[in-house]
């Protein structure tokens, strides 16, 4: 059962209106550390996979939560890339509904280690207008956000137009022509800037503590393109998971990050 959040979250006072109710599972603690909000597609390429991954592990590592919405693509990704006890998912349903199915056990996790958010209380079922409303929590909730890969019609867009709302810094991963039109488009329109290095990004928030965050080996495993073999023996489970939550596909018997 999710209970409510004891306390106001500075934070949350430049929404348009501050959540009558907040529901928790999990970690509160995370609600006073540094935070960054991390959004985009639920069909990344792979190009966005990688760098939205070692975005948020490189984050972790200098104590940064990494905020998002549970969803399939970028935000899954984000929530992996910081690992589960230095993340924020905030969710358009009640706590006690775990969604979407394929992040189940990714959910779960987060309920045990990071933060699950929620401004519905047990029993909702997410809507169209929910979405909306978690994306405004999301963007809040990030001293900056960041947006890796958009179309100019879509769900991580109207967080950007919270974030302009709200003063808040927007970047975003460089594209090629033709690509995450939306992004591109904030960049020609002078509204966000872009990342051109991860690391140099991430010391705005100061110097990587190895220790912080375990670096992910099945990441970089299935960077090689191994046999499915292989990481069945390797990493057992994790492999049927990954699959499941769209991390990774397996064809022709060779394991590839999606």
């Not at 670096?215 to 393109?225: A, H, L, P, S, V």
């Not at 499915?228 to 394991?255: C, M, P």
Request: hydrophobic residues 45%.
């Amino acid at each position: 059962m999710s209970a409510l959040v004891p306390f106001t979250v500075p934070e949350l006072e430049k929404m348009k209106k501050y959540p009558p109710e907040l529901f928790f599972k999990g970690d509160l603690s995370l609600l006073k550390r540094p935070k960054v909000s991390i959004v985009g597609t639920r069909r990344p390429s792979n190009y966005t996979r990688e760098y939205t991954y070692m975005l948020a592990n490189a984050l972790a590592k200098r104590g940064v939560c990494i905020v998002s919405g549970a969803a399939m693509g970028v935000d899954g990704i984000a929530h992996e890339g910081a690992g589960f006890g230095n993340t924020i998912a905030v969710v358009g349903n009640g706590l006690d509904i775990r969604y979407p199915v394929v992040h189940k056990q990714m959910i779960e996790a987060i309920e045990t280690e990071g933060l699950m958010l929620s401004q519905f209380n047990d029993g909702f079922r997410a809507t169209g207008w929910s979405f909306v409303v978690r994306n405004e929590l999301v963007v809040a909730l990030g001293d900056v956000l960041v947006v890796t890969e958009a179309d100019l019609k879509s769900g991580s867009m109207r967080s950007v137009e919270f974030a302009l709302k709200m003063g808040k810094e927007i970047f975003v991963l460089p594209h090629r022509l033709g690509e995450s039109i939306g992004t591109n488009a904030l960049l020609q329109q002078e509204k966000a800037r872009a990342i051109t290095d991860i690391e140099v990004f991430a010391s705005r928030f100061g110097q990587a503590v190895e220790s912080n965050v375990e670096k992910d080996e099945f990441f970089y495993f299935c960077q090689n393109m191994p046999t499915f073999d292989q990481t069945v023996e390797k990493f057992g489970e994790r492999v049927y998971e990954a699959e499941l939550a769209g991390i990774i596909s397996i064809e022709n018997g060779l394991v590839r990050l999606q």
